[in-house]
Nanobody, 125 residues
C-alpha cells in the first residue's frame, strides 16, 4: 500500500524558511517521479517541484523563483522541500505525490498516481 505522509507545515512570517518532509513507502522509487504540489484557498492545485531518484534529475516550477529546493534521503525513504524567502502567496496546502515513470515526464495533477493528505503552510504578512 502506497503511503505518502507530509509533515513540517506551520505558520511562518514573510521572508522566513520552512522545510517540508514526505515519508514515502509502499512502492519502488525507481519506477516513479516524486515531488510536490500545492493548493491555495480558492485556487487550483499547481505543481511545485519533483525529482527522479533514479538519476537525480529535478524539476522546479517557475513560481518558486529559485527559492525552493527539492532533495531526498533514500536511506530514510524521505523527500524534502526546503522553502526560503517565503511570501504570502506561498500560503497553501502542500501535497506530496508520485507519478509513474512509465507514463512519461510531465509534473501535472492529472498525471499523479498517488497523493498524500497534505500539510498546511501559512505565511503571515
Amino acid at each position: 500500500e502506497v503511503q505518502l505522509v507530509e509533515s513540517g507545515g506551520g505558520l511562518v512570517q514573510v521572508g522566513g524558511s520552512l522545510r517540508l518532509s514526505c515519508a514515502a513507502s509502499g512502492f519502488n522509487f525507481d519506477d516513479y517521479y516524486i515531488g510536490w504540489f500545492r493548493q491555495a484557498p480558492g485556487k487550483e492545485r499547481e505543481p511545485v517541484s519533483c525529482l527522479s531518484t533514479r538519476d537525480g534529475s529535478k524539476f522546479q516550477a517557475s513560481l518558486v523563483k529559485g527559492r525552493f529546493t527539492i532533495s531526498s534521503d533514500i536511506t530514510k525513504n524521505t523527500v524534502y522541500l526546503q522553502m526560503a524567502r517565503l511570501e504570502s502567496e506561498d500560503t497553501a496546502v502542500y501535497y506530496c505525490a508520485i507519478k509513474s515513470r512509465a507514463r512519461g515526464w510531465g509534473w501535472v495533477s492529472a498525471g499523479v498516481d498517488y497523493w498524500g493528505k497534505g500539510t498546511l503552510v501559512t505565511v503571515s504578512s
